[in-house]
C-alpha cells in the first residue's frame, strides 16, 4: 500500500496549479490556469488538513473570528427552516430582508434607500463583488485597485476580462492614495474605483477626507465606485465609518458591498447585500437570475434579524473584546526582533511590518508554519507594496494569541 503524502505547507501565491493531461482531458480556460489560489483561503485550507491529521496550528491566517453566530440569529434562520422557508425566493432577496438592510443603513450608515429599487441580496460580499463588476465593465475596461488590496480583488476583474490597475498605498502616507497618483492612473478604458474601508489588510479607516480624494477622481472621470464596506462595523479607538455614498454627489455613482461574514461572526452564511442606483440594481437582479437564482431563502430571515435589529451586548461587547485583542496582537508583535507593528484603526489584522527580519514575507511565513505551525498570511499575496509585511489575524481566542505568540517569538530569537 502506498503512504499518502503530507501536504504541503508552502505558502506562496503561485498560479493555479490546475494541470492538464494530453488525451485524457480538454484544455481548460486560460483565465483559471493563469489565476492564483486566493492566499487567504488556501492557507486556511491547509490548516484544516493539518489540524485533521493532528497538527496542532495556531491559525492566524483567514478573518475568521473564533466566536460562533449570535443565538437569536441562529434561531431565526432554523425556525424559518423548520417551517417550510426552503424554497427559493426572488433574484432580489426577500422583501423582508432587503427592508432590514435599508432599516440597517439609515440607523448605521445615514442612508435612505428604497429596498424596492436598490438593494439585493447577495452570497456575502464576493458575490456583491462580481455583479458590481459584470455590471460595470465591458472586456478591456479598467478597474482601479488598492496596492496592497484583498487577494480577489484582481482576479475577479481578469475573469471578467478587465484590468486590474493597482495604484500603490505608501506606508509615509498611512496607507492612503495620494490624489496625483490616482489621477495618473487614470486612461481612457477606465471605469471605477474599487476599494475598501476599513482596509483590509493595513487596517486604515478612511476619513471624509480621505474619502473625498476619490470621490473628486470619480466625478471628474464619470466613474462608479466600488466601496467593500465588509468591517465597517469595527473601527476602533473611537473612530467612525463613513460609507462613500454618503459624500457629496455619490449618489448615483456609489455601488457598497455589505455583509454579516466578519462582523457578526457569519461566515459559513454566506449572506451580504449591495446598496446601488436603481439601473445597477437591475442589471444586477438579470446577472443574479443567470448565475445563482437567489440567496438562502431561510438564511435571509435569519440575516434580517441581524441587521434590521440594532446590535445587541453579545455582539457589541465581542466588539470591544476584538479591540482589546487587537492591541494586545499589535503590541506584542511590535516587540519581536526585526518587526514594527502599529495598531489598526479598524477591522481583524496586524499588519506587521518585517523587513528588519532579512527574510521575505513568503519565506517567513512558510518557516512560521512548517517550523512552529503558525499560520500566517505573506503580505506579497495582497499586491506588490504588501512585500515586506505579514497579516495576522487577531480575532481568535486570547490561549491562541498567546501562544501563537510565544511560537513567533521562538522563530525570531
Known amino acids: 500500500m502506498m503512504r499518502s503524502e503530507a501536504p504541503s505547507m508552502a505558502v ?8 492538464t493531461q494530453a488525451g485524457d482531458q480538454a484544455k481548460l ?32 491566517s483567514a478573518g475568521r473570528a473564533v466566536e460562533d453566530t449570535p443565538e437569536n440569529i441562529c434561531r431565526a434562520a432554523a425556525d424559518a427552516m423548520m417551517a417550510g422557508d426552503t424554497h427559493q425566493t426572488m433574484a432580489q432577496g426577500k422583501p423582508e430582508y432587503r427592508a432590514a438592510c435599508a432599516t440597517k443603513l439609515r440607523r448605521e450608515n445615514g442612508i435612505e434607500a428604497d429596498p424596492e429599487t436598490e438593494i439585493i441580496a447577495t ?21 482601479i485597485i488598492e496596492d496592497p488590496a484583498f487577494v480577489s480583488y484582481a482576479p475577479t476583474i481578469r475573469f471578467f476580462g478587465g ?19 490616482l489621477r495618473a492612473a487614470m486612461t481612457d478604458r477606465t471605469r471605477a474605483i474599487l476599494f475598501c474601508s476599513p482596509h483590509n489588510p493595513t487596517g486604515v479607516v478612511h476619513s471624509p477626507e480621505d474619502l473625498d480624494v476619490i470621490v473628486r477622481v470619480a466625478r471628474d472621470h464619470d466613474l462608479y465606485v466600488i466601496s467593500d464596506e465588509i468591517y465597517e462595523r469595527t473601527p476602533w479607538d473611537g473612530r467612525k465609518h463613513t460609507s462613500i455614498a454618503t459624500r457629496p454627489g455619490m449618489e448615483g455613482r456609489s455601488i457598497t458591498l455589505m455583509g454579516l461574514t466578519k462582523t457578526a461572526s457569519m461566515g459559513g452564511w454566506r449572506i451580504g447585500f449591495v446598496y446601488a442606483p436603481p439601473p445597477v440594481i437591475s442589471a444586477m437582479v438579470t446577472l443574479q437570475q443567470h448565475l445563482a437564482t437567489c440567496a438562502s431563502s431561510f438564511i435571509q430571515v435569519g440575516a434580517a434579524v441581524a441587521f434590521g435589529e440594532e446590535p445587541g451586548p453579545v455582539l457589541t461587547d465581542t466588539w470591544r473584546e476584538w479591540e482589546e485583542r487587537c492591541q494586545f496582537m499589535c503590541l506584542e508583535v511590535d516587540m519581536l526582533p526585526g518587526v514594527s ?10 499588519w506587521a511590518d518585517i523587513r528588519g527580519t532579512g527574510e521575505t514575507s513568503e519565506a517567513l ?49
Open 123 to 143: 452570497f456575502g460580499c464576493k458575490n456583491g463583488l462580481a455583479l458590481a463588476v459584470l455590471t460595470t465593465i465591458d472586456p478591456g475596461d479598467e478597474v
Open 365 to 413: 511565513a512558510e518557516r512560521l508554519l512548517r517550523d512552529h505551525h503558525v499560520a500566517v498570511v505573506p503580505g506579497s499575496a495582497f499586491g506588490t507594496r504588501g512585500e515586506g509585511f505579514l497579516r495576522i489575524t487577531c480575532v481568535r481566542s486570547w490561549d491562541e494569541l498567546r501562544e501563537g505568540i510565544r511560537r513567533m517569538k521562538e522563530a525570531l530569537s
Open 163 to 181: 484590468v486590474p490597475v493597482p495604484v500603490p498605498l505608501e506606508s509615509e502616507d498611512g496607507h492612503r492614495w495620494r490624489e496625483e497618483a
Open 341 to 350: 507593528c502599529t495598531p489598526p484603526d479598524g477591522g481583524f489584522y496586524a
Open 29 to 60: 480556460a486560460r483565465r483559471i490556469l493563469e489565476a492564483p489560489t486566493s492566499a487567504t483561503v488556501r492557507i486556511a485550507d491547509l490548516v484544516k488538513t493539518l489540524q485533521a491529521q493532528g497538527v496542532d496550528v495556531v491559525d492566524f
Open 12 to 19: 506562496t501565491n503561485e498560479p493555479g496549479s490546475t494541470t
